[in-house]
Nanobody
Framework: QVQLEESGGGLVQAGGSLRLSCAASGSGFSINVMAWYRQAPGKQRELVAFISSGGTTNYADSVKGRFTISRDNAKKKVYLQMNSLKAEDTAVYHC??????????????WGQGTLVTVSS
């Protein structure tokens, strides 16, 4: 069994910073891509950023220059450093990971979500 657990969400004023963390638990899971998604009230789910196993990153235009995704492969963790936060960043943020379980079975896993609220 593989699970993702997010932490780090909370309430912050506009212009402030938060760091989200996501930890994968369970053995035998070789993670390929890890990503952060978000869904704001009344809006569709949006891909915020992803990072490949080799370190290639990509960001939504709305967060470029403000957010940084990183990962620790040994610890099977992914982070999202969020700076210069805006009210429109308010959303539930979900961690996502895919890869191979025991080297053969493809698996995609989602975290439970953590709420980020930015006050203006």
């Amino acid at each position: 069994q593989v699970q993702l657990e997010e932490s780090g969400g909370g309430l912050v004023q506009a212009g402030g910073s938060l760091r989200l963390s996501c930890a994968a638990s369970g053995s035998g899971f070789s993670i390929n891509v890890m990503a952060w998604y978000r869904q704001a009230p009344g809006k569709q789910r949006e891909l915020v950023a992803f990072i490949s196993s080799g370190g290639t990153t990509n960001y939504a235009d709305s967060v470029k220059g403000r957010f940084t995704i990183s990962r620790d492969n040994a610890k099977k963790k992914v982070y999202l450093q969020m700076n210069s936060l805006k009210a429109e960043d308010t959303a539930v943020y979900h961690c996502n990971a895919d890869g191979l379980l025991q080297g053969t079975r493809y698996l995609e896993v989602w975290g439970q979500g953590t709420l980020v609220t930015v006050s203006s």
